[in-house]
Nanobody, 127 residues
Framework: QLQASGGGLAQAGGSLRLSCQTS????????IGWFRQAPGKEREGVSC????????YYSDSVKGRFTISRDNAKRTVYLQMNSLKPEDTAVYYC??????????????????????WGLGTQVTVSS
């Protein structure tokens, strides 16, 4: 299971930290990703971390502003979001999949490829 939390309202330039609490699987072994979906738009990958050594990947739109990390002991994955922009407004989801190759860029997999999803958390950035 996955449960995202930490969303809310922020001003442009502000920060939020999302958390994804996981259970039922060994977090360190599997890829985990953050995705978002804005109204009227397709769900898109924001960031992901591979299983094993935990290589991290970011979409061009968030690179340099967002940071993904994980705490294996707490079974939690975080998405630190800095320098927020109004275009970051969306529902954010975390997801995992047990077949994504840990040696590949997990963001290259379409969101539809990921099998297990948590409920989303709303992030709203005001200008």
């Amino acid at each position: 299971q996955l449960q995202a939390s930490g969303g809310g309202l922020a001003q442009a330039g502000g920060s939020l930290r999302l958390s994804c609490q996981t259970s039922g699987f060994a977090l360190r072994n599997w890829a985990i990703g953050w995705f978002r979906q804005a109204p009227g738009k397709e769900r898109e990958g924001v960031s992901c971390m591979s299983g094993g050594i935990g290589s991290t990947y970011y979409s061009d739109s968030v690179k340099g502003r967002f940071t993904i990390s994980r705490d294996n002991a707490k079974r939690t994955v975080y998405l630190q979001m800095n320098s927020l922009k109004p275009e970051d407004t969306a529902v954010y989801y975390c997801a995992t999949d047990f077949e994504i190759n840990s040696n590949m860029n997990c963001l290259q997999y379409s969101w539809s490829r990921w099998d297990y999803w948590g409920l989303g958390t709303q992030v709203t950035v005001s200008s």
